[in-house]
């Protein structure tokens, strides 16, 4: 999980190397918690959210995928 | 940056120029001669130099691929990904096992990915790329779908009498309503609401 989210936003952002994702895993759902650098707070979340929302969609049917619940954090 | 002009005593060294400041190599590069060196008439118009439009390659294809093969390595899922770019639309068909998910509910695990590597790539690109993404004809079973959805939905407004307003959708989806039911005379349709819970709404047209 924690590498997917990775891989989904180093490509999105201009410093990838400043893409920290922390997991934190629950019984039955999954924390990540996403820090990148503070000019691309915008890249991840986009107009209204729009690519947070389409990061956590993606992120929800890999987790489907595993009966798990998964909650996108993205920290400033 | 992607593209640079630049000017030089020859074309050559225009090039090179641009080369140098792009940091990048021959192979790399798409060139364009703007203007040359010429006499002019009568040393009028006379122009020493030549001008060149050097434009980095991109690869959208292979980068599109890539981006996508890693997403859904990372999910666990096996897909063989075919790209395609023709004119300014980047064409991405995935099969596989597991395309279900990839799909997800009315196509919303699908319109996220082609949404993140049209982000992608148009980061990279000038112009805009429109990026298409799809898996076991999904969008053209859904147009279907939805064309028949619009069908039938004019129907009851027109024996009802009473307007009908649809679920949110996005702009692609909502375009396939509309055009479906142009040709109507008996109702008419609109959009509604803020993205993204904009819905068509199908009313009847008042004789007058």
């Known amino acids: 999980m924690k590498n997917l989210v990775e891989v989904l936003v180093k490509s999105l952002v201009e410093n990838p190397d400043a893409v920290v994702v ?14 990148v ?13 729009r690519i947070a929302k389409a990061i956590r969609t993606v992120i929800k049917a890999a987790a489907a995928k595993e009966n798990k619940r998964v909650i996108l954090e993205i920290i400033q | 940056m992607k593209k640079v002009v630049t000017k030089g005593r020859t074309v050559e060294e225009a090039i090179s120029l641009a080369l140098k400041e792009l940091d990048t190599s021959r192979e790399n590069v798409e060139t364009k001669v703007l203007e040359l060196p010429s006499g002019g008439i009568m040393g009028l118009f006379r122009n020493r130099y030549a ?5 980095i390659n991109t690869d959208l294809c292979k980068i599109a691929k890539t981006y ?13 990904i075919e790209t395609s770019l023709d004119e300014n639309v980047l064409s991405i068909v995935m099969t596989g096992q597991d395309m279900g998910i990839l799909i997800g509910r009315r196509g919303q695990t699908l319109d996220s990915l082609q949404y993140l590597t049209s982000l992608v790539i148009n980061k990279l690109t000038e112009q805009y790329v429109r990026v298409v993404l799809d898996t076991e004809n999904y969008r053209k079973k859904r147009e279907l779908t939805l064309k028949d959805l619009a069908e039938k939905l004019a129907h009851r407004v027109i024996s009802t ?5 649809l679920e949110p959708m996005n702009p692609y989806e909502r375009r396939i309503i509309h055009a ?17 819970f ?3 709404v199908i009313d009847i047209k008042k004789t007058s």
């Open chain 1, 22 to 35: 922390n997991e934190v895993t629950a019984e039955q759902s999954i924390t990540l918690e996403l820090r």
């Open chain 1, 37 to 49: 650098a503070a000019d691309d707070m915008g890249k991840v979340i986009g107009k209204q959210g």
């Open chain 2, 51 to 55: 001008k060149v439009e050097v434009i």
């Open chain 2, 68 to 80: 996508l093969n890693n997403i859904v390595s990372a999910m666990g899922i096996e897909a063989n």
């Open chain 2, 161 to 165: 009498k009473k307007k009908i307003e």
């Open chain 2, 180 to 196: 479906t039911l142009q040709k109507n005379n008996k109702i008419y349709t609109f959009s509604q609401g803020e993205e993204p």
């Open chain 2, 198 to 200: 904009r819905k068509v």
